[in-house]
Each structure stands twice: as structure tokens, then as C-alpha cells.
């Protein structure tokens, strides 16, 4: 694809991150998300602003989404202002939000129906890997449009893989979620056993981060739950909301995760003490005291 015009709605946390890499390629984006100010830093770099969704998208040919939860997904697509009513014809459409994969299949056939392509394009690699531009994004939907965007997300990914039709990016994304949900217990109690034993925490992970237990989480999260740091690479409220998705997704398919429930019943324990806004490392709150 050559140096299309690109919408992207949605600059939280990662989104941000992302348009800075697709500005710093030359591309020419304009930006939707609901509060301005928040948005400061990309249009600094060019980025241009839109008063509503519908003016972002519409002389756009690649719309990228990346928002909260799946009634914002809906509510981006399907409203009066939205990508649907407003889009031009053969516009490709990426969704990035962690959402339901059942939406994601139903975006790309109403999407078909009016002449656009879609792909369900969820990321793993949060506030670093936006960052650093080495997300890891699973991509659901038409092979050849897959393709077609290729380069593009090559911008701000490193581990880019298809994984099949519509809804197979968001599938694989639970699978993600659902990795992650019980790693971070381990995480957090094997750091909470540490200092109960009275051993230092950053030797600890210069031992075990490389080991058979090293993962993502405990080379990048422990170090900030041993500086205190709890603040969002990803937020605990989202994270809640993947692993509902989850659940609710094994339930139709009528398998049992009792890991994944448990992971679920902690963090909505977290929820309702407030801590909604922080990062989910801070799970280990749970094992220290609040």
C-alpha cells in the first residue's frame, strides 16, 4: 500500500504511540478520540485533529479503531457519526480494540456489504511495545487484505501474524489474555514469596527472568512492582473486560478455565477497591496489603 490517508480513533496509552510511529513513516493521519487535550502529542507531530469520528474517517483509506471496551467498538462503527455511514468506498477498516470476536465477524460482513474491507487486529506488547514499535499483532479476516496492509503495521509491529477469517485476530487475543491472567499471579506470588523469605528482589529476577520461568511479564512488569511503579502499561479495567470476553467465549464453546476465573475473581476484587486505573501489575497488592 502506498502512503494512504489514515484515520486513526482512539490515541489512549498505545494508540498514541502508534500514530507517532505512522507519522514519523511520512503517513498522513488524522486523529478521533474523545478528549483533546489527550491528544496533544500527536498533533504536535502533524497528527490532524477531527471534530467528530465521521469527519476523521471520511476521505480516509485505512481506519484504524482502538478504543475502550465492545460498545465502543459498536458505537465507532455503527452511529449516525460513525465508519459505516461515513467511510468512503473500499476504505480498509482495522479494528485494534481488544474486543468480542463474534463483533469483529459481524464488522466484516456489514462492512462487506457496503464495499470496505475489514481485519480484527488486536496487539499484545502494551505501553513498551507501543513504544519501542514491536507490538505483536494477530490479525483476523480476508488473507489478501491482510497482506495488502502488511507494510503498515510493520510500522509499529514486530510479530505480525494472520491467524485466519474474521474473528480469529480476537480469538487468539483471548488465548493471549488468558496466558497472561495466570502468569501475573505467578508473578506477583513468587515476588511476594521472595520477600517473605527475606531475599532480594532484584537478584531474585536475575535468577528466575531467564530461567524456565521467564516470560514478558516478569522481565517487564516485575522490576515496576519493585519500584512501586503501578501506573498503566495496560489497565486493570481492560484487562477485567478481556477475560469476561474470554469466559464468555469458552462458555459457548463449553470448555472450563478455572485458572482464567480465578485471575478474573482477583482482579475485580481490585476493581472494586479502586484500583481500576492502574496497571495490572497491581496484582501484587493483593499479597503485601493495600
Not at 483533546?36 to 474517517?57: D, H, P
Not at 487475543?173 to 527475606?198: D, H, P, S, W
Amino acid at each position: 500500500m502506498g502512503k494512504e490517508k489514515i484515520a486513526f480513533i482512539g490515541t489512549g496509552v498505545m494508540g498514541s504511540s502508534i500514530v507517532k510511529h505512522l507519522r514519523n513513516a511520512e503517513y498522513d493521519v488524522t486523529i478521533f478520540t474523545r478528549t483533546k487535550e489527550r491528544a496533544e502529542s500527536v498533533i504536535a507531530l502533524g497528527a490532524k485533529w477531527a471534530e467528530t469520528v465521521g469527519q476523521a474517517v471520511k476521505d480516509a483509506d485505512l481506519i484504524f479503531t482502538m478504543v475502550g471496551y465492545p460498545a465502543d467498538v459498536e458505537e465507532v462503527y455503527y452511529s449516525k457519526n460513525g465508519i459505516f455511514a461515513n467511510a468512503q468506498n473500499g476504505a480498509v477498516l482495522v479494528d485494534m480494540t481488544t474486543s468480542s470476536p463474534e463483533l469483529a465477524k459481524r464488522i466484516a460482513a456489514d462492512g462487506e456489504n457496503k464495499g470496505l474491507h475489514s481485519i480484527d487486529a488486536p496487539v499484545s506488547g502494551g505501553d513498551v511495545g507501543a513504544q519501542n514499535g514491536t507490538l505483536s499483532i494477530m490479525c483476523g479476516g480476508d488473507e489478501q487484505t491482510f497482506k495488502r496492509l502488511l507494510p503498515i503495521l510493520e510500522v509499529f509491529g514486530k510479530q505480525i501474524v494472520y491467524q485466519g477469517g474474521a474473528g480469529a485476530g480476537q480469538h487468539t487475543k483471548m488465548c493471549n489474555q488468558i496466558a497472561i491472567a495466570t502468569n501475573m499471579i505467578g508473578v506477583c506470588e513468587a515476588l511476594a514469596y521472595g520477600k517473605a523469605a527475606g531475599l532480594d528482589a532484584d537478584t531474585i529476577l536475575q535468577s528466575i527472568s531467564s530461567g524456565a520461568a521467564g516470560s514478558w511479564s516478569l522481565s517487564n512488569l516485575a522490576p515496576r512492582i519493585i519500584n512501586g511503579d503501578f501506573e498503566p502499561g495496560f489497565f486493570v479495567k481492560h484487562f477485567l473486560k478481556d477475560m469476561n470476553i474470554a469466559l464468555s467465549e469458552a462458555e459457548l464453546m463449553g470448555i472450563s478455565l478455572p485458572g482464567l476465573e480465578m485471575a478474573r475473581n482477583m482482579y475485580d476484587e481490585l476493581i472494586g477497591e479502586g484500583y481500576g486505573e492502574k496497571g495490572t501489575q497491581v496484582l501484587y497488592k493483593r499479597y503485601i496489603g493495600k
